[in-house]
């Protein structure tokens, strides 16, 4: 089956420092990447929708200059939260939408981002 | 517009007991609904998908419903164990597009 890796799986920084979160389609490619973000027993929401080789698409109300998304290959799109703050603290979750079966997309295991 | 609900919000249920949750959409056009497990702290992970074509799915325990017409689907969760204590998510997507709608989730618990 489709599997989708991120990499950390958790992560804790300082205030102020910038931290990179790497999403990986293991064994498809994925034209299109999505990035999550969910608070504790909340649901999540969607944060962005990258595209291999084109700028992200950004939800209302996310800041694309906080929330860097790159997605350079078609199995690896990265999610840099720069500057963070604690209020950024909370599970990053992407999923990455099969090449061959647009109507499906396969969820990352989560980063926990916790921001001192 | 289109929606996805998820009912019970949330649920407490004895080991060894069954269950079932609800997910209505408006979603229009369909191409699959699909039921997710999401285990605290991790990411969601797929139990069923369903096409329009198809009326019943089961994987181990868990056996999904879909009815088109109304844009109802429900799944059943047989002989209840600890572990299924999870939230689950009901997603529908479109045959086009980057469109893939959410339902709110249900939380359930088992207890002994």
């Known amino acids: 089956g489709a599997v989708v890796s991120q990499h950390p799986s958790w992560v804790i920084c300082k205030s102020g420092t910038s931290v990179k979160i790497e999403c990986r389609s293991l064994d498809f490619q994925a034209t299109t990447m999505f990035w999550y973000r969910q608070f504790p027993k909340q649901s999540l929401m969607l944060m962005a929708t990258?595209?291999?080789?084109?700028?992200?698409?950004?939800e209302q109300g996310v800041e694309k200059d906080k929330f860097l998304i790159n997605h350079a290959s078609l199995t690896l799109s990265t999610l840099t939260v720069t500057s963070a703050h604690p209020e950024d603290s909370s599970f990053y979750i992407c999923?990455?939408?099969?090449?061959?079966?647009?109507?499906?997309?396969?969820f990352g295991p989560g980063t926990r981002l916790t921001v001192l | 517009k289109n929606q996805v609900e998820q009912s019970p919000q949330s649920l407490i249920i004895l080991e060894g007991k069954n269950c079932t949750l609800q997910c209505n959409y408006t979603v229009s056009p369909f191409s699959n609904l699909r039921w997710y497990k999401q285990d605290t702290g991790r990411g969601p992970v797929s139990l069923t998908i369903?096409?329009?074509?198809?009326n019943t799915k089961s994987n181990g325990r868990y056996t999904a419903t879909l009815d088109a017409d109304t844009k109802q689907s429900s799944l059943h969760i047989t002989a209840s164990q600890l572990s299924d204590s999870a939230s689950y998510i009901c997603v529908v997507s479109q045959p086009t597009g980057n469109q893939f709608y959410f339902g709110t989730g249900t939380s359930l618990t088992v207890i002994p």
């Open positions: 999923s990455a939408r099969d090449r061959a079966y647009t109507d499906t997309q396969y």
């Open positions: 369903m096409t329009f074509s198809e």
């Open positions: 990258s595209n291999e080789g084109s700028k992200a698409t950004y």
